[in-house]
């Protein structure tokens, strides 16, 4: 519209807003558990790399773990296809501060090692962040990242409860920023942050720390409400956003990249995002969706719900299908109200991984056999402070339960400072076994994933499969209709028992 | 959060914006081909007149004509089981100014009758907008509407072209309250108000015309910013806005309620709706929807290409089915942009019912059989004034071949100033059909669809008819999954009858 004449809001030069692009890991993570192969990824580089993107995230724990569990791609080789594929563009990961990759607390020199070996394969933006949003479980990361000249951001979990507050946050962002960060990111993997949080927090942070303190915001979009807390968080002086290219977007996963430049028409903000490029990636994720639609979330709308159990999208079918292995499949209501109540017990954590599974695990405990009759060894662990230390007091009763359970002792020192160096050991482990290639890669990949490693190893050779449909299959095929529309295509077999006699019978239409 | 404190936005007094619940007219309309039947809404209707809405949008020229044409429901008696189901409610309807809910203007008489009617049966907020902006075609209506003491809302259908600015906008407000309009909407029907021009247009209204002038905001989802749009026209001043039900939300619908009412969480704004009302209207149809899943629209993400064509989501799919029985499915993309140059040749009308159609037909036409070779008889109407005045100059040339091929001239006096009253012959006519039952309901029925009135009123007696689901049939079958991801359950038994032999049979996949 020419409406540059009658705009009452006075725009001064427009501010250019970056943009993380999602596709290539958080976004096939969030919609279509994880499964997409790099085959499927590199006809699309040339044109992310072109589209003037702030970064492109590509790699973390779920995209490492699908790529050894399910794809037999080896994920260093992967990092290494976007590093040539994507020259121009920064690579960004997402690193579980001394989690790394994996599910338990690595000592300080895997740490460093895992950090080095990713820089020289082509990382250059590590977003690091802790389940418990304790600092000193991100120091150590953050430390190494600045060691090898990396951008090291520091990231804040975003969740809410009766302790969590703005001034808070802005604890949490000196803290980080006194690490020496480049930036800090809010990180919203629920989608709970609302418009005006988003507005407070950033413009709190920025008041504080100062307008060139550089703030990244990543939302999900499963309660609707986050494109509208993006806007907010800009108005705010957020500098740089988190989208999905709209063919992998919304439901649990992520605001549409091209509604976000469409979103800033107008405004004081730009993305200067090329709209060609980014509807050539769109076309092509377009093409690539129907392959992979046995992995789809079955949410595809939007759950404001989630507001009360504060349970990411992604993990709720997760515990329907535990409920339904015990026979509970109708409880999930109760565990979905249990899960406050043990986030209070354990002290308000943020719920994502690996605090998420720990938290909702317990709930199902509770709700199945009575409230804290039996403690998940996670569960113990995080009451007795071996995960780090959380914002609230945690339940002194059911601390002494998890001792009396576990005998460990309560903790409070960082976890990390009770290991004694791994990597020797971990190399000597890695490299007995069949296949490993002697690299340090290698190593990280038997150290985070120790029991996926040596199957993985030992089939490499083999190399990559695409778990997706084959586009043969898919152009032949009817995986993209729903059922009752898609009339039947082919042959089918049957195993058809008449009278007691079993015959094998192919029918088609004739 | 508990940020009250620390909030850096100086928050008035909370201001209540009311909200427009759309789940019983546009949302079904836009989502699964307006086929939903009575008896799967009146199960919801205590909650939705609980549930604290501004109103209630449940009646319009889709849903009457899907009532009569596929449902055999008496559209009337669909308005009366509203009524007296929610009498706590304003119930809403969209009305298609002079062309009521038909194709065509009607003469004056027959807009009075069919407000007066509308109204005795229950019908309390008209939104009246004509397709073409043109103010003089909504006059009648309105005044209508104010005699027989009912809300009587005007309405600006929002487009963009070289011509349409704030300011022109503006002036239309204006001239709509000079008609004595109780309020006034903004018509969004494709998805393209951005945030920046929904928050200029509200804001230039209330400054212009006073604060107290009550604005609408109607917003569909397609292109995935509007919820951000409602947000900035509800900081400019908006008093309502329009939301749907979330299971029946998003895509080619709209933004979804319970996502409205958290964003606006913590602001200066709140819409004090039940939650707990809105739960359970949510969870009812969830579970209706998949009764719908044939007549469901396939798009089901965002789509930010619209912003060109501005072809609002519904059209394109029959614009693909127009094609493909010319054996030109292929040809989609050149008529797209073709659209836009149709849409200037005739004075930059807003595409919406009927002129979206008028538009999309012909630059169909000019793909396959050149620019303007063969005119629609619809396009040669417009071109001729016979719908009314664009805001720009209809291309003169285009005009003089309208008059030749039709031999109407053109003319630009209000339409239906040319008609003579004609109440007393679509009397007489309805009359004569079998089953019509001699009320002035009927006359209209049969005066707007007098194609498809006759086989109504003569096969009316035979009750309601539900296109959807049996939910039994539902219940056993999986409709609702997609295909390759519902397997066939387990082995089948048959009883098959080969040469008058029965036979016992048992299939499963092999």
Redesign the interface.
Known sequence: ???G?????TAPARREIGVTELILRDAHQSLMATRMALEDMVDACADIDAAGYWSVECWGGATYDACIRFLNEDPWERLRTFRELMPNSRLQMLLRGQNLLGYRHYEDGVVDRFVEKSAENGMDVYRVFDALNDVRNVRHAIAAVRRVDKHAQGTICYT????????GYVQMARDLMDLGCDSLCIKDMAALL????A??IV??IK?DLGQDVRIHVHCHAT???T??SL?KAIEAGADVVDTAI??I??GPGH??T??L???L???PYTTDLDGERL?RIKDHFATVRPRY??F?SAI??????I?KSQIPGGMISNMESQLRQQGAGDRLKEVLEEVPRVRAVAGYPPLVTPSSQIVGTQAVFNVLMGPYKVLTAEFADLMLGYYGATLGERDPEIVEAARAQTKKEPIDVRPADLLQPEWDRLGAEANDLEGADGSDEDVLTYAMFPGVAPVFFAKRPEGPRNVG?DPAELAA??????????PVKGP????????GAEH?VTVERA
């Open positions: 519209m020419t409406a004449a009658e705009t009452t809001t809410e409860s009766p302790l969590h507050t703005v001034e609302k418009p005006q949080p507005y407070d413009k709190a008041d309660t609707g409400v494109l509208v806007m709209s063919s977007s919304l605001n549409p091209e509604s430049v469409e979103m028409d107008g405004t509807l639609t046995q789809m595809t709308g939007v759950e404001t719900e507001f449909l095929g009817d995986q993209s209709e729903p059922a009752g529309k898609g089918i077999n049957y195993a058809v028992t008449l009278d094998h």
